[in-house]
């Protein structure tokens, strides 16, 4: 009995082990994935080599509509929290 007690605790102490070792392998691979895509070294998932991405979506007027629509859902973000906080019930 006391050798099924001690094969019980080992499991209780590698599978988490286990775990964590593969999420940081996973983790590392697909940085590795996204930095490749991101010089250019693999094919992105349509099949053609991937570009560096200077298109219209860099052009002022389109990060300024990001930036514009960060700060407007801040500013929500911000009123519901608020509202929260003050709420007397």
């Known amino acids: 009995m006391g050798l099924i007690i001690r094969l019980v605790e080992?499991?209780?102490?590698?599978?988490p082990l286990v775990g964590v070792i593969l999420a940081v392998v996973k983790g590392?691979?697909?940085?590795?994935?996204r930095s490749a895509e991101r010089d250019g070294e693999l094919p992105s998932a349509d099949g053609d080599p991937v570009q560096p991405r200077i298109l219209a979506a860099k052009s002022q007027a389109a990060q300024?509509?990001?930036?514009?629509?960060?700060?407007?859902?801040?500013?929500?973000?911000?009123?519901?929290?608020?509202?929260?906080?003050?709420d007397a019930a």
């Open 64 to 86: 300024w509509r990001t930036i514009t629509r960060v700060l407007d859902e801040h500013h929500r973000t911000d009123s519901r929290w608020l509202s929260y906080e003050l």
């Open 10 to 15: 080992l499991l209780l102490v590698l599978v």
């Open 28 to 33: 590392i691979s697909a940085a590795t994935k």
